[in-house]
């Protein structure tokens, strides 16, 4: 049982949860992650640890609003108690001084990657952030990613920041712009996190990705989120998330990400339908 500090929308679609969760806090790294179960009838969902605060005893995760379960956590309030939140689970990110790192998130990203990159700053790195977004009023924690950044570049389809372009053209075209480009880190949607490998490929710039796939336990118990990377069956909850974006099978994580779209489709129409009745 773990208590709701915070819930609140920061844009449209994507909210902050934070949560009382000493261990965690004391415990967890850049790149880990929780299991969440919004109420004793939810399912569990991996959310990324954004950030946290060892001494108030907090974590926060951003969650974008897809289905279910993250409508669900939209509605808590602060005092409400979450049944189960697990953590940190996963491998922390690779965290050492390489050199010049691009950083590129999206949606949920935006705030998964700012851990990561604060603790590349940290580390001595010359920290490029890439960030995409949909629209300019989507773009959220723009002061805590300048703080980390080097470079700080936006690119939105309404062009209000740097750029239209998607990022992964930006990515390909900062690695022919800079001299060298030691590592990219790519963390949103899993089709941004596969443009990302497949611009830096040509170039074998190293590109870590977080995998998202559909989890259960987040043990390394179930196999729901199994993946194949460089043509090894991996558990993403125990092995990663974080991969090497050039060694993952992407059609077959697209594939198996869609398995249950259709009872998705189905509980979130129930759960609205059942909530406005
Ligand atoms: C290790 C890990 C860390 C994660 N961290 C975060 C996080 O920090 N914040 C966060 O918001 N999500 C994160 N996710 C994804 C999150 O767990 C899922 O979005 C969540 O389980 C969806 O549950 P739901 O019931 O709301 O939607 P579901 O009913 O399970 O899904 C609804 C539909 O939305 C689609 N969908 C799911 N996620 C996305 C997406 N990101 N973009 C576009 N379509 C999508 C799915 O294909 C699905 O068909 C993470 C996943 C993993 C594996
Ligand atoms: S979520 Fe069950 S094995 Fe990874």
Redesign the pocket.
Known sequence: MAKVLRRERLVPNIHLLEVHAPEVARKCRPGQFVIVMSDERGERI?LTIADWDAKRGSVTSIFMLVGTSTQKLSLLKAGDDLPVYVGPLGRPSDIQNFGTVVCAGGCFGIAAIYPIARALKKAGNRVLTLIDVKASYLFYWEDKLKKVSDRLFVSARDSRYDSKEYIPYKLDSLLKEEKKVDRVVAIGCTYLMYRCAEATRPAGVKTMVSLNP?????????????VSADGKTK????DGPDFDGHTIDWPELFARRKSYFDDEVKSLCAFERERFS
């Open positions: 991996p559909i989890m259960v336990d987040g043990t390394g118990m179930c196999g729901a989120c199994r558990f993403a909850c125990v």
